[in-house]
């Protein structure tokens, strides 16, 4: 009881993270925005290794590792993020914090399953420029907003060394974009919003293989394919002028987007392919990689896109494990911590101008234990996004994240009265 208890204070306390923009990059204005939640913290500071599972940790985005579940898990994790801006011209700083990921997994003899929900993507910006001779004009480019998923997922097992499962999203969320252009000397300057809600499912399905050798290691290897699917864009659009002294409303018109066809408009997301090995011996060590295939090219939005931007196909390549010094050390603290370690390598299938948009990180992070087999995770990650081979802006970004499992038994029958 004294878990789920501290478990619903932490996340009433964060729930200032969760209303937090989860993003402050330029490049949020791709697709429905950056993405998001690339795995729960332990997964993420093995450079996003979702092959890796084990007994006691939900692993958020392998839904077949839910049948290997024997203790019920509260996870919760929150991140603060800081991203240096800079191109030939000038350099921006800005820093953001949000809520990563929270739910709970539950295992049930055969088979386990977890319901929770993940701030998916983010869109944070603000952009401007300055043209004319004399720079006479001035535009501004705003964003804001995301998409969250509402999630249930099971596990079973079919055989000792094969488990399956599916995860069913709920997708729901509001995006706001913001176009702004006034000129010297004019005190009105003329305002284009454009606002969408999403909503809709999408789903994955996934399946490990675990295999023991020699008793005390073992081999993984993952499988899992994300289908492209269609969410519901219910859509306004608006234009009005505001003073820029007194910031009182001139004109003001909303767009009949019904007889353009926009007002409800359907928007296809992306497919991935995911496969993953990895090797360890039991609560000492483990290595893996991942490689994900995304077909960037099924996405679609009718009611916002730009000529300057195309969608193909990409990938995402990871690489990481752990080391536990000593897991049932009763003498040394430090013995029973695991150390995680990852790299990944990202080229999502973006193409600005025709040239690929591309990101890489490295994390690393430790799992402390607490109260029983329950652990605080935190850890550091650093990266870097760009367009290849030009001299837009270069965005380097480093983000603490902390994370919680806390563990707790359920359906123990009692053993004497």
Do not use: C
């Amino acid at each position: 009881m004294i878990f789920r208890i501290l478990f619903i204070t932490i996340v009433l306390a964060s729930t200032t993270f969760f209303a937090q923009t989860g993003t402050v990059s330029p490049y949020s204005f791709i697709g429905l925005g950056e993405s998001s939640f690339k795995g729960n913290s332990i997964n993420r500071f093995m450079g996003g290794l979702d092959v890796f599972t084990d007994s006691i940790h939900a692993n958020l985005n392998n839904p077949s590792g839910y049948a290997k579940l024997k203790a019920t898990v509260y996870s919760l994790g929150v991140n603060y993020n800081e991203i240096n801006l800079k191109n030939s011209s000038s350099k921006e700083n800005s820093k953001s914090s949000s809520l990563d990921y929270f739910a709970i997994a539950i295992p049930a003899n055969k088979f386990g399953f977890g319901f929770g929900i993940i701030p998916s993507s983010s869109v944070g910006y603000k952009l401007q420029s300055q043209e004319g001779i004399e720079s006479d004009v001035l535009k501004r480019f705003n964003g804001k907003g995301g998409v969250n998923k509402a999630f249930l997922s099971i596990g079973f097992n079919l055989m000792p060394f094969l488990s399956v499962g599916g995860t069913l999203n709920y997708n729901f969320g509001k995006i706001e974009l913001e176009t702004y252009e006034n000129s010297k000397g004019i005190d009105y300057g003329t305002y284009l919003e454009s606002i969408s809600y999403f909503s809709g499912f999408d789903y994955q399905i996934a399946a490990n293989l675990t295999f023991t050798v020699n008793k005390k290691y073992e081999l993984q290897s993952y499988f899992s394919i994300s289908p492209k699917t269609k969410l519901t864009s219910k859509n306004q659009r608006v234009l009005f002028t505001r003073s820029t002294s007194t910031q009182s409303i001139g004109d003001f018109k909303e767009i009949d987007l019904n007889s353009y066809n926009l007002a409800k408009t359907k928007v296809s997301t992306y497919s991935k392919f995911d496969m993953g090995l990895g090797f360890g011996e039991k609560f000492k060590w483990y290595l893996g990689s991942q490689f994900t295939s995304v077909n960037a090219e099924s996405y679609k939005n009718d009611f916002i896109n730009y000529d300057n931007l195309i969608y193909t196909k990409g990938y995402k390549m990871s690489m990481g494990g752990f080391y536990i010094p000593n897991f049932i050390s009763i003498s040394d603290y430090w013995k029973r911590v695991a150390y995680r370690g990852g790299i990944r390598i990202e080229k999502p299938g973006i193409l600005i101008e025709n040239k690929h948009f591309i990101e890489n990180a490295a994390s690393f992070g430790v799992s402390l234990p607490v109260a029983g087999l329950s652990n605080a995770d935190i850890g550091f990650e650093i990266g870097n996004r760009k367009i290849k081979d030009t001299d837009a802006f270069k965005e380097t970004f480093w983000s603490i994240r902390l994370g919680f499992s806390l563990i707790d038994i359920w359906f123990v029958k009692r053993k004497y009265n």
